[in-house]
């Protein structure tokens, strides 16, 4: 079982950047891959980003967010990461990060068994 808890979420203007982090218990987070996911109002939750479970290794982003989003983890920490610069209105949204038990990297929300509870992030003009 993996608990994940986000934070960093907030209130920004456009152009400005943010760092969500997301937590991790239990000792087998560096077999995991994580994936970043938003979901913005009345729309589905869609992929941002993911990363392999050694991190050195593949990581995917969604063409929106190629070149201006991160993603990292420290796995020393049980903790991934998701820069995010240049940020726009259509970034807006609810944040989760999820564990997948397929340790490869995957844009797919299918291999992800475990999620976290969203933290929102809001981008003004």
């Known amino acids: 079982q993996v608990q994940l808890v986000e934070s960093g979420g907030g209130l920004v203007q456009a152009g400005d950047s943010l760092r969500l982090s997301c937590a991790a218990s239990g000792r087998t987070f560096s077999r995991y891959a994580m994936g970043w996911f938003r979901q913005a109002p009345g729309k589905e939750r869609e992929f941002v980003a993911a990363?392999?479970?050694?991190?050195?290794?593949?990581?995917y982003y969604a063409d929106s967010v190629k070149g201006r989003f991160t993603i990292s983890r420290d796995n020393a920490k049980n903790t991934v990461y998701l820069q995010m610069n240049s940020l726009k209105p259509e970034d807006t949204a609810v944040y989760y990060c999820?564990?997948?038990?397929?340790?490869?990297?995957?844009?797919?929300?299918?291999?992800?068994?475990?999620w976290g509870q969203g933290t929102q992030v809001t981008v003004s003009s």
């Open positions: 990363i392999s479970w050694n991190g050195g290794g593949s990581t």
């Open positions: 999820a564990a997948s038990t397929v340790p490869f990297a995957t844009p797919h929300p299918g291999p992800y068994d475990y």
